[in-house]
């Protein structure tokens, strides 16, 4: 199995600010994503973090708004850029060491609020 | 992305069993059936796959049709612990398809 962490677990930001996100996985993966879940709604992905290469990101999120950090293969960073209210949602981390049917783990989730 | 069909809820009473229906009628070859739920207040976490055949693991049974168009979770006796949106998704095996991508999911309510 897999323990992610992330950092802050939640976070009151005015508008136009940004916020960082930090993940921390206990061993090394292959495979790190970030979701969006916006209030009472499913899970979005936003982005696959890639480990010395830029994120690929989902259509409709974009990496001016949605910066990406994938320094190594424990650790990613997830930047939200001129918040705005639409951006309140709990952001989550996810990983999983390998393709095939890996199973992927998630971090407990920032919870975030703009006001 | 294949898309999944989920009822929005469902209810259960405690130790009984529960059967969670999905309908995946576009699923290609490749693609595996995940299933994952999410706890109150928590990230989701894996439940069981499968492929083709029936899976039983220790959380639960996964029953496949045979022409793989539709699926069944089985939870054999349900707690209150099971109370959970759960979410049936398929997962290509590899490249850009696999990546899990998730769907409204089915509210699961246990009574006591």
């Known amino acids: 199995s897999a323990v992610i962490s992330q950092k802050p677990s939640r976070d009151i930001c005015q508008r136009g600010t940004s916020l960082t996100i930090q993940c921390q996985v206990d061993?090394?993966?292959?495979?790190m994503f970030w979701y969006r879940q916006q209030p009472g709604q499913s899970l979005t992905l936003i982005a696959t973090a890639n480990q010395g290469s830029e994120a690929t990101y989902e259509s409709g999120f974009v990496i001016d708004k949605f910066p990406i950090s994938r320094p190594n293969l424990t650790f990613s960073t997830l930047t939200v850029s001129n918040l705005s209210p639409e951006d309140s949602s709990i952001y989550l981390c996810?990983?999983?060491?390998?393709?095939?049917?890996?199973?992927?783990?998630f971090g407990p989730g920032t919870r975030l609020t703009v006001l | 992305d294949a898309k999944t069909t989920q009822p929005n809820s469902m209810e259960s009473n405690e130790e009984e069993p529960v059967h969670l229906p999905c309908n995946h009628s576009t699923i290609s070859g490749t693609d595996y059936i995940h299933w994952y739920r999410q706890l109150p207040s928590q990230g989701p976490e894996y439940v069981i796959h499968?492929?083709?055949s029936n899976v039983n693991n220790r959380m639960a049974s996964l029953a496949i049709a045979e022409d793989r168009k539709s699926s069944t979770l089985i939870l054999h006796r349900a707690t209150l612990r099971d109370a959970a949106v759960y979410y049936c998704?398929?997962?290509?095996?590899?490249?850009?398809?696999?990546?899990?991508?998730f769907g409204t999911g089915t509210l699961l309510a246990v009574q006591p």
């Open positions: 061993s090394q993966v292959t495979m």
């Open positions: 998704i398929l997962r290509g095996y590899g490249g850009a398809t696999n990546k899990l991508i």
């Open positions: 996810s990983a999983r060491r390998g393709g095939g049917t890996d199973t992927q783990y």
């Open positions: 499968g492929l083709t």
